[in-house]
């Protein structure tokens, strides 16, 4: 079955940087894109970024352009998310996500807080 499992969440400065990774199994991930979105406590689920099966293009919601990066390692069936420069306002849980045959298939969260 897909399996998702993030981890690399916590609490942060202003400021300061996270790397989120989402290991994943039970399906081709080197022939799956893969995204990473986010729910802040009110609010709805929001598209961070994606990236493509081959790793060769990506996608970025307006906010998170030139802070956030996403890669991924296939030989390690691996997706990562690099945030730099985090601010109160991206405190959220952090979802990885992968759409197989029109399902959406969910990890479990990692939460990020970002306070001083």
């Known amino acids: 079955q897909v399996q998702l499992v993030e981890s690399g969440g916590g609490l942060v400065q202003p400021g300061g940087s996270l790397r989120l990774s989402c290991a994943a199994s039970g399906f081709t991930f080197s022939s799956s894109a893969m995204s990473w979105y986010r729910q802040a406590p009110g609010k709805e689920r929001e598209l961070v970024a994606s990236?493509?099966?081959?790793?060769?293009?990506?996608n970025y919601a307006d906010t998170m352009k030139g802070r956030f990066t996403i890669s991924r390692d296939n030989a390690k069936n691996t997706v990562y998310l690099q945030m730099n420069s985090l601010k109160p306002e991206d405190t959220a849980m952090y979802f990885c996500n992968t759409r197989i045959y029109r399902l959406h298939y969910w990890g479990q969260g990692t939460q990020v807080t970002v306070s001083s």
């Open positions: 990236i493509a099966s081959a790793g060769g293009s990506t």
